[in-house]
């Protein structure tokens, strides 16, 4: 888990036991929540990237890489993502707990 979202994580899934993608469930409800930087870990992961490209073409196509811009469009379009997508970027981060 990135240093940047253990805090957040604690914050919002305190009380929601680990398991059966509980966890996964509760960051993926609070993703708006999380810092700018627990939210830019989270889209930054190579197998995110694999699993979200059909997502981040559609969404962010028109976004130069680089700098960060494309984590930032993906951050910004998080819910428009399909579900697979979501749990990637989660699962990356929170190995699916």
Do not use: W
Not at 12 to 40: K, L, N, Y
């Amino acid at each position: 888990m990135p240093q940047a979202c253990a805090s957040e994580l604690q914050q919002h899934c305190a009380e929601v036991q680990p398991g059966e993608g509980r966890i996964r469930a509760c960051v993926e409800e609070h993703f708006v929540e999380f810092s700018e930087a627990c939210q830019r870990a989270l889209v930054s992961n190579v197998a995110v990237v694999k699993v979200c490209k059909p997502d981040v073409q559609r969404t962010c196509s028109g976004v130069e890489p680089g700098g960060g811009r494309i984590q930032a469009c993906m951050k910004d379009h998080f819910a428009e993502y399909s579900e697979p997508c979501k749990r990637a970027i989660i699962t990356a981060k929170f190995d699916n707990r």
